[in-house]
Structures are given as C-alpha cells and as structure tokens.
C-alpha cells in the first residue's frame, strides 16, 4: 500500500478561522480523495481532488467551505473555512492505486471550540 | 436513502469463534467491493476487496459476493480479540466514488 501522511495529526482551532490539512503520498497516484467522518458515524465523501483542475465535491459541500489544491500527483491539500463546532471531525484523505483499491492516510483530528 | 447498509451491532462473539458480518446495497451497477477494518482512533485499513460472485479467502478472512442479492459478506475465523474492531463496507458503482456502510462494531470476548 502507499504510504500517506497528513499534517496536522489534530488541532483545536475557534470558530470563524480556517485550517488547512495537507496529504503527502510516497509515489504518484492518479485519484486522490478527501472524506469527513463525524464522530461515532461512517466515511463521507467531500471531494475527489483532481490535478490541475478544479476539485469535484459531492452533494452538500461546496468549494467556498472546503477549497483543496492538489498541485501535483502526490500532494493535496483540503481547508475547513470559517469553521463552526459542527466541523469538528476527523478528515481523513485517501488514494487509490491502479488496482482499484484506496488506502487512507492516519487523518486530522479537528475539534472547532 | 441510505446506500449500502451494515447491522450496526455490536456484533459479540467468542474467542475463537467465526464472526460473520453482512452488507446490502442498492446500486445494481457496483462492481468493486471492499471491507475495511477500524480500530477505535484510527484510520480505515483495507482488508479484503472482491470484484466477482463466489468467495475470496485471505488468511482468517474470506469475503463472499452474491451480486443478484445485491449482498455481500466478511466472515471471520477463529476470531481473536485484537479482530475487535469496526468493519467498514464499503462499494464502488461507475466511476472511482466509494460509498461507505455505517459499519458493524465487532466485539471479541476472551
């Protein structure tokens, strides 16, 4: 499996200011993904980010709240904007390899006071 | 509506024991399925992926697929407590979008 790092691990930020989580994966992969898993629920899709072009979000998120960059084949990165208590979540971003299967780095662990 | 559907759980089971965890879905178009194992704090980790109806065996692990169901399923041998755990479903219809269950905790009494 790839390996793939997020920075930050956790933060505790205050509401109405942004963060910015960054992905780092060890080889170049094609599709890379960001998902939010509020506490005690399942995996949500936010967003596949695509390189050299515009992030594609799912229904209920939008680029103003959730902008991301991805500048290469190994590098991404998703900011929370303006956040409120009910961001708080653990983002986590994955990859998937070109045998189909996604891995998923350890993710950031975001509590917005 | 949701998409894919897990039992919640907690599923108890005895050391030793075979656990055995089920998954429906809605989308007759999926063609790639997954389980992933999550302990509590961490991150998901993909343990058995399954593209064709039958089984698939991997260790302790074997997946089972049963497309016109619409159903898939992890069982679990010889369950040991460090298998406690949340197992995640989870499919893959047209396009690279994987849908998730809402996972079944998984409880291994010694």
């Known amino acids: 499996s790839a390996v793939i790092s997020q920075k930050p691990s956790r933060d505790i930020c205050q509401r109405g200011t942004s963060l910015t989580i960054q992905c780092q994966v060890d080889?170049?992969?094609?599709?890379m993904f960001w998902y939010r898993q509020q506490p005690g629920q399942s995996l949500t899709l936010i967003a596949t980010?695509?390189?050299?072009?515009?992030?594609?979000?799912e229904s209920g998120f939008v680029i103003d709240k959730f902008p991301i960059s991805r500048p290469n084949l190994t590098f991404s990165t998703l900011t929370v904007s303006n956040m409120s208590p009910e961001d708080s979540s653990i983002y986590l971003c994955?990859?998937?390899?070109?045998?189909?299967?996604?891995?998923f780095g350890p993710g950031t662990r975001l509590t917005v006071l | 509506q949701k998409e894919v559907e897990q039992n919640s759980g907690p599923l108890s089971v005895p050391e030793g024991a075979i656990a055995s965890l089920n998954c429906t879905y809605s989308?007759?178009?999926?063609?790639?399925f997954f389980w992933y194992r999550q302990y509590s704090g961490k991150s998901p980790e993909l343990i058995m992926s399954?593209?064709?109806?039958g089984d698939k065996e991997d260790g302790r692990f074997t997946a089972q697929l049963n497309k016109a169901s619409q159903y898939v399923s992890l069982l679990i041998r010889d369950s040991q407590p460090s298998d406690s755990a949340t197992y995640l479903c989870?499919?893959?219809?047209?396009?690279?979008?994987?849908?998730f269950g809402g996972g079944t905790r998984v409880l291994v009494k010694p």
């Open positions: 994955s990859v998937e390899r070109r045998d189909n299967e996604q891995f």
């Open positions: 080889s170049q992969v094609t599709m």
């Open positions: 980010a695509n390189q050299g072009s515009e992030a594609t979000y």
């Open positions: 989308d007759r178009g999926s063609q790639s």
């Open positions: 399954i593209y064709s109806n």
């Open positions: 989870a499919v893959k219809a047209a396009g690279n979008k994987l849908t």
